[in-house]
């Protein structure tokens, strides 16, 4: 074997590891994300007959996260004999809305994002409704489904 050819073989023989190694580190970036999709978990909130009979109520309540609890809050709808469960995060930046009685709308304080009371986006720049989640009844209490 020659020097130039011995040369040549080694420099493709480095680029080549040179790409699988990166695309190795990121294949390790890019695939965990999907491995670890957060499964739906459901929490008791309250009790079968606290649920609304018309109008939002807003529930909070505690889920475990590692080693100590923390508060969440979701709002619990009842419009003409329709309930759901809405999720209070705007979909705009990740706020906090608030249910204001007398407009009879969700309102983001962040940026001015409104929701009509089925979580549909009325003005401002949320680009989604409000997710609604899942929930159910058993044995007279109510638990609603959070991915965590």
Same mark, same amino acid.
């Given at each position: 074997m020659q020097r130039r050819e011995f040369l040549k073989k080694a420099i493709k023989f480095f680029f080549s590891v040179l790409f699988i190694s990166s695309s190795a580190v990121a294949g390790l970036f890019l695939y965990p994300s999907k491995i670890r999709k957060k499964q739906v978990r459901f929490f008791e909130v309250m009790k079968e007959e606290e649920l609304p009979r018309r109008g939002v109520k807003k529930v909070v309540f505690q889920i475990p996260r590692g080693d100590h609890l923390i508060n969440t809050r979701v709002f619990f709808v009842n419009n003409g004999g329709s309930l759901f469960v809405l999720s !209070?995060? *705007?979909?705009h930046l /990740? *706020?906090?809305v608030n249910w204001?009685?007398?407009k009879g709308e969700f309102i983001c304080p962040c940026h001015g994002g409104r929701y009509s009371i089925e #979580? =549909? @986006?009325? #003005? #401002?720049p !949320?680009?989604?409704?409000?997710?609604r989640l899942p929930f159910k009844v058993e044995k /007279? =209490?109510?638990? @609603?489904?959070l991915k965590v």
């Amino acid at each position: 074997m020659q020097r130039r050819e011995f040369l040549k073989k080694a420099i493709k023989f480095f680029f080549s590891v040179l790409f699988i190694s990166s695309s190795a580190v990121a294949g390790l970036f890019l695939y965990p994300s999907k491995i670890r999709k957060k499964q739906v978990r459901f929490f008791e909130v309250m009790k079968e007959e606290e649920l609304p009979r018309r109008g939002v109520k807003k529930v909070v309540f505690q889920i475990p996260r590692g080693d100590h609890l923390i508060n969440t809050r979701v709002f619990f709808v009842n419009n003409g004999g329709s309930l759901f469960v809405l999720s !209070p995060v *705007c979909t705009h930046l /990740g *706020c906090l809305v608030n249910w204001h009685r007398q407009k009879g709308e969700f309102i983001c304080p962040c940026h001015g994002g409104r929701y009509s009371i089925e #979580g =549909k @986006v009325l #003005g #401002g720049p !949320p680009p989604r409704p409000l997710t609604r989640l899942p929930f159910k009844v058993e044995k /007279g =209490k109510v638990y @609603v489904g959070l991915k965590v």
